[in-house]
């Protein structure tokens, strides 16, 4: 029986969630889904699914800590100047706006990714418990969580 555009959908979000958030390989994920290896690969390639798990290994705390780290270094510059050239230009202001906003956002990113966490090791519970068949249900529906609560 064909994939409706729905049913697609849905097993490309959680093609996306195993591949990303829980780290499982193209073929692993095209048995779980039914999905092709060869289309699995094409979104992959197509929505840059490899830049989204670098950053989920990365984790949004180290993201944060990073743009903070730059946020720190370019107000050091701007008050080492001298007086009255050690207030921020716009320019320096705009991208001092920029990553404190972003730094704020990793931090939402961050409740997140606490969640996130939570529902790998769950999962891996209920793989280990209750079997793989089991896992792949609780994975869907904690996606549809993770969506429903962001």
Do not use: C
Request: hydrophobic share 35%; aromatic share 8%; charged share 30%.
């Amino acid at each position: 029986m064909a994939n409706t555009k729905e049913e697609l959908q849905r097993k490309k979000r959680l093609a996306y969630t195993l591949y990303v958030e829980n780290g499982f390989e193209q073929k692993v994920i095209a048995s779980i889904t039914g999905i092709s290896e060869k289309s699995i690969g094409q979104w992959k390639k197509t929505d840059n699914w490899e830049a989204d798990r670098i950053d989920a290994l990365m984790g949004p705390e180290q993201q944060r800590r990073r743009v903070m780290r730059q946020y720190n270094e370019l107000l050091s510059q701007i008050e080492a100047r001298p007086t009255p050239k050690n207030v921020p230009d716009s320019k320096e202001a705009d991208i001092l706006n920029k990553l404190a906003d972003s730094a704020k956002k990793l931090q939402t990113e961050l409740s997140f990714y606490h969640k996130s966490e939570t529902g790998k090791q769950f999962i891996a519970y209920i793989q280990q418990v209750h079997g793989q068949a089991k896992a792949i249900e609780v994975v869907d529906l904690w996606h549809e969580f993770l969506m429903a609560t962001s």
